[in-house]
């Protein structure tokens, strides 16, 4: 969340106190009154919104908003620039300094209330957006954690699941939050211990009644939120081992009693575990992996989304590609290469 100040620059005392009037009550802010002085306050207090004077005496706004995304630890925070001039080619460079918004002087409170709630609105959402991601990424790492593969698989089968999603018909956004879900359909493995996951060779069947459990744990813990994201992601945890002819677990649901995003999750998971190395098994080449999937159509699959899956194979593929060269020999992640 941010909790950064609001850094107000200005050459002009009485402009500073004006920022002051309007914004004091409700902000804590940070006032500077040149370039120079703004740049080392926001090193110091990291802001959460900066409003920029453009003509000052020295550097000017432009040159100091140049000079904040020059740096790493202020590139990301918001300006926006206070100014007399109105003329268009001023609003120009000031968006392509980087600004977000352009209020004209002289100010008007109400405007200029708004805006700064506005851009610190803004602020929070990524923040918050930020945080989703950081939570999704470590459910899918504490399913995974005793487990052979902790990184790439859970990435690669969620992009898997998306570009199917899309397939059979699922509008962009939904098919995105499917991805998102995707990485914490195994969160539930936290709960196995040890031996059963990291066990060489074939379970014992009280092994494997244990094994099971994984979809309920998972639906447990990930059902407590609200969210539309972890909801679907407690669907998809629950169901992914469900079988299209009732022969899944763990309630032996069958046909479109199984949530379609798990019907779609069982496609993408099961493509990736025969194509990797597991604990207990080694990798299979891709056309005995698609051969065995065209096998299991109307048995464990849904006929329908074998076909999709099929039909989107160049997609997939691709999609493996760029993952299967981001995996390093111990399973874990290379950052993204621009
Ligand atoms: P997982 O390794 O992520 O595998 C996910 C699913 O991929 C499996 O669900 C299964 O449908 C498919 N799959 C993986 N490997 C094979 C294979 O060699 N042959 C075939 N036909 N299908 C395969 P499933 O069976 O419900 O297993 C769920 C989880 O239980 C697995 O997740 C894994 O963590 C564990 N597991 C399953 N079998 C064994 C085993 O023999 N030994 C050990 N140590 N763990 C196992
Ligand atoms: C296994 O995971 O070893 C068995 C997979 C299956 O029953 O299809
Ligand atoms: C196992 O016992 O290891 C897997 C059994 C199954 O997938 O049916
Ligand atoms: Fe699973």
Not at 41 to 47: D, I, M, Q, R, V
Not at 109 to 135: C, E, K, W
Not at 141 to 159: C, F, L, P
């Amino acid at each position: 969340m941010p909790t950064g100040p609001i850094l107000c620059v200005d050459d002009e005392p009485n402009n500073l106190a004006l920022f002051r009037q309007i914004l004091g009550e409700d902000h804590r802010l940070v006032l500077a009154r040149d370039g120079l002085q703004a740049l080392r306050a926001a090193e110091k207090h990291s802001p959460s919104l900066i409003l920029l004077d453009v003509e000052m005496p020295g550097m000017d706004g432009y040159e100091v908003a140049w000079a904040l995304k020059a740096q790493g630890s202020t590139e990301h925070i918001p300006i926006i620039f206070v100014t007399a001039l109105d003329r268009e080619v001023d609003e120009r460079t000031g968006f392509a300094s980087g600004g977000v918004d352009y209020i004209t002087k002289p100010v008007s409170p109400f405007i200029l209330r708004a805006r700064v709630n506005t851009h610190l609105s803004l602020v929070r959402t990524s923040a918050l957006n930020r945080s989703y991601q950081d939570a999704i990424q470590m459910l899918g790492i504490a399913g995974h954690y005793n487990d052979s593969d902790t990184g790439v698989h859970i990435w690669r089968m969620a992009a898997y699941a998306r570009v199917l999603a899309e397939t059979v018909g699922w509008d962009p956004e939904r098919a995105r939050l499917l991805e998102q879900a995707a990485p914490m359909h195994d969160t539930g493995k936290i709960g196995i211990p040890d031996e059963i996951l990291k066990k060489p060779g074939k379970l014992s069947p009280r092994e494997w009644n244990t094994m099971k459990r994984h979809t309920e744990i998972g639906f447990e813990i990930l059902s407590r939120s609200k969210a539309p994201l972890f909801q679907l992601a407690a669907e998809v945890a629950l169901n992914h081992h469900e079988r299209w002819d009732g022969s899944g677990y763990p309630h032996g649901l069958s046909g479109s009693q199984i949530p379609e995003s798990a019907r779609i999750v069982a496609v993408a998971d099961v493509f990736d575990a025969l194509a990797t190395r597991r604990p207990y098994k080694d990798p299979w080449p891709l056309d005995v992996v698609i051969s065995k999937i065209t096998e299991d159509s109307g048995s464990h699959f849904e006929p329908r989304m074998v076909d999709a899956f099929l039909a989107c194979m160049p997609r997939i593929l691709q999609v493996k590609t760029h993952w299967d060269q981001r995996e390093t020999p111990d399973g874990d992640v290379l950052p993204e290469t621009p």
